[in-house]
Structures are given as structure tokens and as C-alpha cells.
């Protein structure tokens, strides 16, 4: 049997097991359209304020005429949690400590239709634990058993029952490994997959995930669990695949620059072998990116959010340093394609 394969969580069934995951600053709606072109099979938002939905939705609605109108900061982040134009499938995820604000938000998405909705509880960034969400969430199993049940009552009340999914660390530190512990109560409260990124907060992302943690959850659930943490390559999917029994793996670090991952991947799993997207290829997605982010945000604001994209897309070309550093100065999309002509020329 192929490691990549469908699955089904809850009432969602996908057609196979390679996600792109939410990563900070880096899932844009833009970039996730184009891992859906390219083969993710499901895609997740990078993580939203709970609270921040509420006060910026509260006032005009989402997906109003007043919001762009009216109010900039609501239409920033509508475009955080809106589906990518090529999407089929995608989760937004929400971030909270409280489990009143995890619920009146998850309500406010309704217009939206969501595929799922996932709760972060592995964020390890100070702003976000500091209010008792993310990864602190990790010191606190009834709590993050609360906020699970709460959104799983607005999904029943306003998403259509969509699934609840959460995506955890290992634990805090070394000395509070508590992943089963939480994914258990998250299950009994209604979570419909559980995702694990390996390390603990402490770890923050260095060092090495341990996959034993995957394979370990694996054993111990009753429903899927998607497998995060070191995969930059085909072969990594592959690996934790085999040795986790996951049932997806998300890729995060991997992907950026390289939407073109998710089809070698399956190019991987079911041939055995793959070839990689060629630089030129991969600059014009990074165009591309450019052009469908500066429909959502701007020219202006795109082009200075593309800066740190930019640096991914044209990592390890020969001569990269010096095509970022004219990147990093670059404020309209014509100059992004000088730079784009002068690669491929």
C-alpha cells in the first residue's frame, strides 16, 4: 500500500497526506494557493489571535463592504484567514487562552467556510504563551481541554460541524513531557486529529524533533495523527511516514521557497523517485507569490512582506546572497521582476 494515501478526519475526507502547516509569517493566503496548485493536500492558516478576530469582526462583520472600507486592520485579517483562490481544502487556526474567546471567534468564521478548525497549542513565540495560549496551553491540560470543547461548540452551532483539530508539542520541557496526557483530553472532548511537532517549548525549534513522540501518539489514539518537525525533503516525508505510522506528515520549514515539495512528494511515495523543481521554476512562483499577495494587501505592502519569502525562494542559488540583497531593497513588483530576469538570464 502507497504511503500516500486518503484520509478522513471527522466528517473531512481528503485525498491524501501531505499538509502544508501553519507557520507564522509564512502561510499566506498566496502561498498556500500555490501548495494547493502544487500538491498539499490540505493547508492550515498561520496562526490568529482568537481575541484579536473578536475586536476587529465585532464592529463591522466579517466579510463585510465595511471592512475594507472602513476599517484596514479587519481586512489584513480577513485576508489571514480567507481561502486561497486555488484551496480546495484548508483549517484556520486559532490561538487563545481563554476558552470564551476561542468560542465567540470560531463563531465569526461561519462566512468563511472553513474545512476545519484547528487550536494551536504548540506556539512557542513569548507574546503568545505569555497569555496563557500556544504551547502554555501544555501546562494547562484542563484548559486546553476547555478551549477544545468550546470549538467544538461553535462548530456544531455555526461551522456546518466541521472538525476540531489541535496541533501540540511534546510538552513544556524536558521534565513536563505531557503530549499523551493532552492529546487524550483533547480527544475525549472532541478533537478529530491530533497534529504533534516533537519538541518541547523549551527547545523552541533547535535541535532534533523525536519522532518516538509521533509513533508513540500514534499507538495511543483513535484518531489521526499528522506527524511535523524536520521534514525538509521527500525522503524525510517518507521516512517519518514509515517509521511513525503517522497518518500525515506537515510540511512547515521545508516548504518555504519550495511549494513544489508536496508533488515531489508524492512523486516519492508512490514511484520512488522525484526530481526537483528547477530554480527557475521556483522564481517564478516566487513572482507569482508576489502578485496574488499584492491583490490581498497591496503593492507596497506585498513587496515588503515578499523580502523574507524572497530569501527562501533563492536559497542555495548560485549567487543568492547577492540577489537578496538587491530583494531587500526592493519596494514594487517591476523591481522584483528585474531581479527575476536577471536569475533566469
Not at 33 to 49: H, I, K, P, R
Not at 75 to 84: F, I, M, P, Q, S
Not at 134 to 152: C, Q
Request: with cysteine.
Amino acid at each position: 500500500m502507497s504511503l500516500y494515501r486518503p484520509i478522513k478526519i471527522g466528517s473531512l475526507s481528503l485525498p491524501g497526506n501531505l499538509f502544508l502547516a501553519p507557520v507564522a509569517g509564512y502561510t499566506d493566503r498566496a502561498f498556500r494557493s500555490l501548495c494547493a496548485e502544487d500538491g498539499a493536500d490540505f493547508s492550515f492558516t498561520e496562526l490568529v489571535s482568537a481575541e484579536a478576530l473578536s475586536r476587529s469582526f465585532g464592529r463591522y462583520g466579517l466579510g463585510s463592504d465595511d471592512c475594507a472600507a472602513h476599517n484596514a486592520a479587519v481586512n489584513t485579517a480577513v485576508n489571514l484567514v480567507r481561502r486561497g483562490e486555488s484551496e480546495k481544502h484548508y483549517a484556520i487556526q486559532l490561538f487563545g487562552g481563554e476558552p470564551e474567546s476561542i468560542y465567540k471567534a470560531a463563531l465569526l468564521l461561519s462566512p468563511l467556510r472553513p474545512d476545519a478548525l484547528d487550536i494551536n497549542a504548540g506556539c512557542p513565540v513569548p507574546k503568545v504563551v505569555k497569555n496563557g495560549a500556544g504551547s502554555a496551553l501544555m501546562k494547562n491540560p484542563s484548559n486546553l481541554g476547555r478551549i477544545i470543547e468550546a470549538a467544538v461548540r461553535a462548530s456544531r452551532e455555526s461551522l456546518g460541524n466541521i472538525p476540531v483539530t489541535i496541533k501540540i508539542r511534546s510538552g513544556w520541557d524536558s521534565k513536563s513531557i505531557n503530549y499523551t496526557e493532552c492529546a487524550k483530553i483533547a480527544v475525549e472532548v472532541g478533537a478529530a486529529m491530533v497534529s504533534l511537532h516533537p519538541r518541547t517549548r523549551s527547545q523552541n525549534y533547535g535541535g532534533r524533533s523525536d519522532w518516538s513522540h509521533i509513533a508513540d501518539l500514534v499507538s495511543r489514539l483513535s484518531v489521526p495523527v499528522t506527524g511535523s518537525g524536520d521534514l525538509y525533503t521527500p525522503e524525510d516525508a517518507q521516512k517519518m511516514l514509515q517509521e511513525t505510522g503517522c497518518a500525515a506528515i506537515m510540511f512547515a520549514r521545508g516548504a518555504m521557497g519550495n511549494p513544489f515539495i508536496f508533488s515531489a512528494a508524492r512523486s516519492l511515495l508512490e514511484s520512488g523517485k522525484w526530481e526537483p523543481a528547477p530554480f527557475s521554476a521556483r522564481i517564478a512562483a516566487a513572482i507569482r507569490h508576489l502578485e496574488l499577495l499584492a491583490a490581498d494587501i497591496g503593492e507596497r505592502t506585498a513587496c515588503l512582506e515578499m523580502r523574507k519569502q524572497f530569501c527562501a525562494y533563492t536559497k542555495g542559488l548560485p549567487g543568492g546572497a547577492a540577489l537578496r540583497e538587491k530583494a531587500v531593497h526592493a519596494e514594487t513588483i517591476a523591481e522584483y521582476r528585474e531581479i527575476a530576469a536577471a536569475i533566469n538570464g
